[in-house]
């Protein structure tokens, strides 16, 4: 049967060889070391490895040493006394075929290639097979979908794309996980204006009960957030996010004073803008548009609550100067209007952009009239349901067929 297999053209043998064998009909043939072995493995592009009768007390050094491969390749090894612990070992770092002698190498080069690509084959379609499952359940969730119209929608999409339905896959579930990142990542902003609000409702006496029902949501809702985030975003450094959180949180609990609620905005300002970074972190790995429109949405979450937080702290500490409200109203009418021109698009988004446009409005009649106990309370109320369409909304955005199929 091994006469019929391909032979390997390219083999780098692994520590030094006492001779090589002339019956081996390959094109190029090396050597390397365990501390070359990266380095000559990038360099040579061997189909095959070949660990030349290693002394016995070497060999688990040099499987270990194969596990830093940027990439598996089929092993061949030539070693007598092999024990049963270093034989599973090595079939964990692609050992294809023990030997004893090295005069069975010849006939074993083509049998490991062989195997090696049928194992890689087979591990392709398990792969495919996985990526399809988890983005035929994405599509079922995000878009109400059944699982053959599902299905059919992926397989469909991978055909118009000329991708393979398991590459497709995996593009759809990387794109959703991006999006997700990018509203939580999102919510984080919003959430730091959030919670001084209420703090500041607290310290107002502004239904200062549901306040604090609401800012310990908030903050569990930050909590939450940064922990899905470690799973979504894996190579992101979140550790400015968690540290400015950390910062913050402690200044949630007692009772709220002048001082307190100047040191939280402070802090949530730090949050905010570490928040801010995050967002745009994910939107150069999305490299996509329809991830700017995520975006957009949850900065207009952040500045419905950092319009609310800035009128009430104006009332409330004397050496607050509300600089930013003008600019602020600004921004959110002028992201209002690139939201309603997107597009990204559905029935449920137009109804939801009306409702956030409704709301808008009556939450500027409320900045009109910010002096007195029931200008604020009419406010900070405004400012919730606000917060709840543009919610809805960003979610929507983010499971949006024309996003994650994008």
Not at 162 to 173: F, I, P
Not at 214 to 223: C, Y
Not at 347 to 360: D, G, K, N, S
Not at 368 to 393: C, F, I, K, P, Y
């Amino acid at each position: 049967m091994s006469q019929a297999l391909e032979s390997p053209q390219r083999v780098l043998f692994l520590a030094e060889p006492e001779a090589l064998l002339p019956a081996l009909r390959c094109t190029a043939l090396a050597r390397t070391t365990r501390l070359s072995l990266v380095q000559d493995a990038l360099k040579q592009r061997p189909e095959v490895l070949v660990l030349w009768h290693p002394p016995a007390a070497d060999i688990e050094d040099w499987l270990h040493a194969l596990k830093t491969l940027p990439a598996p390749l089929p092993v061949v090894v030539i070693a007598a006394g092999v024990s049963a612990a270093q034989q599973r070992l090595g079939f964990d770092v692609g050992v294809q075929v023990w030997l004893e002698r090295a005069e069975e190498l010849h006939n074993a080069l083509p049998w490991a290639l062989w195997q090696f690509e049928r194992q890689q084959t087979l591990q392709a379609q398990l792969d495919d097979r996985h990526w399809t499952e988890r983005a035929k359940g994405l599509l079922m969730h995000a878009c109400h979908l059944e699982e053959d119209s599902a299905h059919r929608l992926l397989r469909d999409t991978a055909m118009h794309a000329r991708l393979r339905l398991g590459e497709l896959s995996r593009s759809v579930v990387q794109a959703a996980q991006l999006a997700e990142g990018m509203n939580l990542a999102g919510q984080q902003r919003m959430l730091s204006q959030r919670i001084v609000k209420l703090i500041a409702q607290r310290a107002a006496a502004i239904e200062p009960k549901r306040a604090k029902v609401l800012q310990d949501e908030s903050a569990a809702r930050v909590d939450g957030n940064l922990t899905r985030l470690a799973q979504l975003l894996p190579t992101m450094d979140l550790q400015p996010v968690n540290q400015a959180w950390d910062a913050l949180k402690p200044l949630l609990i007692g009772k709220p004073t002048a001082e307190v609620l100047a040191e939280a905005d402070v802090c949530a300002q730090t949050l905010l803008e570490r928040s801010e970074a995050l967002t745009q972190a994910i939107e150069q790995a999305g490299a996509g548009k329809p991830l700017g429109v995520v975006n957009l949405c949850g900065r207009q979450r952040m500045l419905s609550q950092r319009l609310a937080k800035s009128a009430l702290l104006a009332d409330m500490l004397p050496a607050f100067e509300p600089t930013d409200i003008t600019a602020n109203l600004d921004a959110f009418s002028a992201g209002l209007t690139e939201l309603e021109s997107a597009p990204l698009s559905s029935a449920a988004i137009r109804e939801l952009l009306a409702r956030v446009h409704e709301e808008w409005l009556r939450l500027l009649r409320s900045l009109r009239v910010t002096q007195g106990s029931e200008a604020a309370a009419g406010l900070a109320r405004s400012s919730e349901v606000l917060l709840n369409h543009l919610d809805q909304l960003t979610t929507e955005y983010q499971q949006s067929l024309q996003l994650i199929l994008g």
